[in-house]
C-alpha cells in the first residue's frame, strides 16, 4: 500500500506540471480534472472508486475510440461527395487505423504522462493509441461534443487526412508545396535542426517560412518526415481546406 | 425519364405532408430539408446531383450508424460505472443490432416515406434499419450533434435501452410496474384497443393509467408486446433514470 501511497503524492506533486502540460495539448483548460488523471492511469495501478470500480483508462478508450469514429464519418462525408458507404468506411478505418493512432499518441507523447506500476518500456506499441483514445474520451466527458470535434481537427484531421494522401494520390507535400510557391511567386525555405531532447531515438525539426514568415512546423525521426509535416500544415493552411463537416 | 419526373412530381406535391408527418416523428423542425429527402430515397430512383454525385440514402446511413454509436457508447459509459470496455462493447452492439435497428424503423413507420422505383414489399427487413440510420445521419448534418443526441435518447434510449433488460435480468417490465404500484399505493390501468390501421399485421394500442391519469401508451402486434412498450415507458419515466451521459 505505502508503494501505491508513494506513487500516488509523487504524482500529486506533480499534479500541476502535469496539468499544464497537458492543457498545451488540448489548446483549453480541464474542467473535470479526475477524467484525464484517469485517462492516463494504467490498470496495473489497481486503482478503484468508493464504490469498488476501478480506475483506469480503458472504459475511457471506448467513449474515445466511438467518438474518434463518429468526428471523422462526419468529416469524410463532407469531403468526399462521390464515395460511397463502402469507400467511406475503407477510408475512416485507414484514418483510425491501430498503426496511424499509436503515430498521433506518439506525436503527442502521452506516454509521459502515464502512471503505471509497471515499466513503460515494457508496454507494446499499443500504449500510444490506447491513450489517444482514452484522452478523447475524456475531453467529450469533460468538455462535450463540439471540443472533442475542435481536438480531433486540430490532431487528426489537419496534420493527417486528406484524401488525395488516403486514396493514395499525393506522395509528397514538399514537392505539392515547392510548385505551389513557384507557381504563385513566392520565396520558401526549409530551416532543418536536430532537435532531439530527451527522446531516446534522433529527432528533427523544421521551420518552414514561406516569404521569409514561417508557416509551420514539423519534427519527426528524419529530416525528410519532418520537411513532410510542415509542407503538409503548410498545404493545408493555404488551401484552407480544413472546413467543418457538412 | 418521364418515369422519373412523375414519381417527382407527385412526390412534390406531397411534400408538406411529407414534412408535417416527419416533423412529428422528429419532435423539431428540419432545416435543410434536401437532407430528409435524401434520407428517404431509395438508390433504385437513380438520382444525380449536378456533379454526378448520387442522391439516396446509402451515404446518411454512414453518418447515423456512427452518431448512433457514439451516443449510445457515452450513454453506457455513464450508465455502467462497473463495465469494462468488452462489457461496455457487449453492450451497445445489443442496442444497435441489425434486428433492434429495424424495430426501431419500423415502429416510426419510415417506410412510408421512402421513395423508390422498386416495390415497397421486395425491400428485404433491413430497409427499416436502414432508413433509421440515414435519418440520424441527416439529423446530425441538419441540426448537429446535440439534437442527434436528443433524437436517440427520445426514440432509442427511453423506450428501448436499460441495462438490467441487457443483462437479462428484467423479464417483465409490467410486473415490475404493478409491483411498484402496489408498493407505492398507486392505482393502474391498462386500457387495451385493436389499432391496426393501414398496417397489413393486426396491432394493439395500449394506454396505461397511473392514478387515473394517462401516463404512457404502447403500440405492437400483440396485446402483451403492448403493454410492455407502455410498461417500460411508464417505469423510466417515473425512475427519472434517463439523464443526460456523464
Excluded at 479526475?34 to 480503458?58: C, Q, V, W
Excluded at 506499441?125 to 478523447?136: A, M, Q, R, V, Y
Excluded at 531532447?197 to 528524419?222: C, N, Q, Y
Aim: glycine share 6%.
Amino acid at each position: 500500500m505505502s508503494f501505491i501511497r508513494n506513487i500516488l503524492n509523487s504524482r500529486s506533486s506533480k499534479d500541476g506540471n502535469f496539468f499544464l502540460q497537458l492543457q498545451n495539448i488540448l489548446g483549453f483548460k480541464p474542467k473535470n480534472k479526475s477524467l484525464y488523471r484517469k485517462a492516463f492511469t494504467h490498470r496495473s495501478m489497481n486503482l478503484k472508486d468508493k464504490k469498488g470500480n476501478p480506475i483506469n483508462y480503458e472504459r475511457l478508450e471506448f467513449v474515445g475510440d466511438a467518438m474518434l469514429s463518429s468526428i471523422i464519418a462526419a468529416y469524410l462525408y463532407g469531403q468526399v461527395p462521390h464515395g460511397d458507404e463502402g469507400y467511406l468506411t475503407k477510408m475512416r478505418s485507414k484514418v483510425v487505423s491501430r498503426e496511424h493512432l499509436n503515430e498521433l499518441g506518439k506525436d503527442l507523447k502521452l506516454i509521459d504522462f502515464v502512471v503505471s506500476r509497471i515499466s513503460k518500456s515494457s508496454f507494446g506499441d499499443n500504449i500510444h493509441g490506447n491513450l489517444f483514445e482514452s484522452l478523447i474520451g475524456a475531453i467529450y466527458l469533460d468538455r462535450g461534443y463540439s471540443y472533442c470535434e475542435k481536438f480531433i481537427h486540430k490532431n487528426v484531421i489537419i496534420p493527417y487526412v486528406d484524401i488525395e494522401t488516403l486514396e493514395g494520390k499525393v506522395i509528397s507535400y514538399k514537392s505539392l508545396l515547392i510548385e505551389w510557391c513557384q507557381k504563385e511567386k513566392k520565396s520558401f525555405d526549409y530551416d532543418v535542426y536536430e532537435d532531439t531532447g530527451k527522446d531516446e531515438l534522433k529527432h528533427f525539426s523544421v521551420k518552414l517560412s514561406i516569404d521569409e514568415k514561417v508557416i509551420a512546423k514539423g519534427r519527426a525521426t528524419s529530416k525528410k518526415k519532418a520537411e513532410e509535416k510542415a509542407s503538409k500544415r503548410a498545404f493545408f493552411a493555404f488551401q484552407k481546406q480544413i472546413t467543418k463537416p457538412i
